[in-house]
């Protein structure tokens, strides 16, 4: 929004959103990373006003019960979907969009509000500060922001609101963040233990990717740039979700999900990966 200090840009290629200045930043961080890109035209601002002006809506749905899916249209940035989990002491809304209007902010407050907000990681941020400001708590700084401290150095729009964590953070009863690293060194799935009817939920982002005909996940350095993880990168992403109880994967985009039998998904999808990447496996018309 703009205030007397300038604007809160928001890149346009990734969504994410900077603290308000009188010109937008040099460059987006996010993008000129080697993880992201800068399109061919060049870097490209806009701010909540002009999106709102160019009429773009936000959507809700409800993937299961106490879970909801918020979408931009037409999309912002990587166009992913924000997920909103409902808990007794308000809702936890995970990996916003770069955009939110007054009545997605409605949406909120008419299921309790929020208790926190929370990342997959820095691609997915969106207008996360925008949200945890419109929802302070009762000593008057916004929602808790639950930010990795191994991704310290990636947060755009820090302030009173954020919550570090390292390895393992509740958040609320039953949903935990469990940091994997991989694709980021803080890139995290929110574990809802008490989702798909009881036998536990992974909200992902890009941590793994659910792919198309959701029978299958992988796991990047770079999903747009194509780069591969490196196997202990791999092992280490494993070795996180140990022990964990899940059987459903959201993914990071509307219609992505793993509905059932993800620990297995994950781990033959794994040992597949693994055999290309380390080439274990071959094509018989090549060798
Ligand atoms: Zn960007
Ligand atoms: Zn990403």
Not at 135 to 153: E, Y
Not at 227 to 256: F, S
């Amino acid at each position: 929004m703009g205030t007397a200090a300038g604007t809160a840009w928001i890149c346009r290629t990734c969504g994410n959103q900077y603290p308000p200045t009188p010109t937008p930043p040099k460059e987006c961080r996010i993008c000129v990373d080697d993880r992201q890109y800068v399109p061919a035209g060049g870097q490209e601002w806009t701010s909540l006003q002009q999106l709102a002006g160019e009429r773009r809506r936000t959507e809700w749905a409800e993937l299961e019960p106490g879970l909801f899916q918020l979408t931009i249209h037409p999309s912002i940035g990587i166009g992913h979907r924000g997920l909103l989990v409902r808990t007794p002491g308000g809702g936890i809304l995970w990996d916003p969009p770069g955009y939110l209007d007054a009545s997605a902010e409605a949406f909120v407050r008419e299921r309790g509000g929020l208790a926190g907000l929370a990342r997959s990681h820095p691609h997915l941020c969106g207008v996360l500060a925008e949200w945890s400001a419109r929802f302070p708590d009762a000593d008057g700084a916004g929602a808790p922001m639950w930010l990795p401290r191994r991704d310290a150095a990636w947060v755009l729009r820090p302030g009173d609101a954020v919550r570090w964590w390292d390895d393992r953070q509740e958040v609320a009863p039953g949903v935990t963040l469990i940091r994997c690293g991989g694709h980021f060194a803080g890139s995290a799935v929110l574990h809802l233990a008490d989702a798909a009817d009881g036998r536990g939920a992974l909200l992902v982002g890009d941590t793994m990717m659910v792919l198309a005909g959701n029978r299958r996940v992988s796991f990047m350095r770079s999903y747009p740039m194509l780069l591969p993880l490196p196997e202990r990168y791999l092992d280490a992403l494993l070795a996180a979700l140990e022990g964990v109880r899940y059987d459903r994967i959201y993914g990071a985009w509307a219609g992505l999900v793993v509905p059932e039998g993800a620990r297995e998904v994950v781990a033959r999808s794994a040992q597949l990966y693994r055999s290309w990447l380390t080439g274990a496996a071959r094509d018989p018309d090549q060798d």
